[in-house]
């Protein structure tokens, strides 16, 4: 193929032969569950053998969709950035294809996990400074539009699965350390979800009297019926929970702000957040009073390429962003959705915004969302077709409930 030849010229042939190989494997799905089974009972030659492979069998899946996107995005200089790191990675991570489990090849594996993380640390802002070099230079069809955002679905869903890899195999039998000695990994088994939201809501308060001088105060309410009085936990990853709420917050901050333009921070109405736990979904409403939206943009707000706020400065690293490059809400759907739960944004125009952030509460039930490649995903990069090309279904939630369920969290 054209495209696949220019987009990996630095490979040999054995090298393109390994892609396609690894390209036609399906990944495995792990729920929360499993990956916490694997810090408990496995060793660190099997979790070197299982993630080499998962990672190669991951890395060529969403480098093999790369290809079929429109050659206009290709051809940006972020994206060919994106594209340079993918490859250099697979052909580090090959380098272990065939290693015996030995005690000082794990420590060599772990030392180029680390190389790799901290190679695509910036792939999120690169790729997103990509799409605004493409606005830039004239935008793309509707068609291909569509392809694009169906594509980053999918990458950035693959991106979040293959961090979450690596950074369980360093942190349970790596050098790295735990965010708390209770931690299996990046997974908290009794996460303290009102916690993790307060965490949230400070540094998104801090982002907001930056840009704004001023910020709404926040309202919470956590229903814990079976034990009253006492805190919400889930087995839970917490880092993705904070990245959702800390966009959410950011969000209504900036709509509350903006909406009443004359107002000191202590006259803006609050954000108001309320956190139920049921017996199999936490619940997490996070209502603002800054003039909603009409419901006829809600298509648009899960756009990668579409943002409501100013353009910011391509690789401005100077300052925190308020919001601009268009991925805050997309990507946090889709670290909610990574364990299958979702994302639900429900605004009423001229008055606010309710957001509802669902994920499972119970571990086994919480399975990857993974993207699998294959000729049903190359039919929706090229020729728009639905196909069933998930690894899990993904969640299709109508208008949220007003009703707090009478379940028990524990």
Known sequence: MRISRRLFSPFSSLLTHKLDYYAGIRPSSLSIQEYIDFGRRETAKTSFVFVRNELLVRLANIM???????????????????????????????KFENSEAEFYMVSRFNEQLKVILKRHNDVVRTMAAGLLELRNAGGIDISNEKAIQYFLDRFYTNRISKRMLKNQHLLVFGSNVAESPNHIGHIDP??????????????AQYVCDYHYKVCPPIEFQLVNKRKPNHPVTVVSVPSHLSHIMFELFKNAMRATVEYHPDWDSDELPPVRVTVICGKHDLTVQVSDRGGGFPRSHLDRIFNFMYSTAPTPLLHDNNQPAMAGYGYGLPLSRLYARYFLGDLVVAPMEGYGTDAYVHLKAIPVEASEVLPIYGESSRLRLTEQVDTNDWSHHLPVLEQPSLKRPDLQCR
């Open 190 to 203: 009794k996460c303290d979800v009102g916690s993790v939201i307060r965490q949230a809501f400070v540094e």
């Open 64 to 94: 093999k969709e790369m290809t079929f996107l429109p050659p206009k995005l290709l051809n940006m200089p972020s994206v060919a950035q994106v594209n340079s790191w993918y490859c250099q990675s697979f052909e580090d991570l090959l």
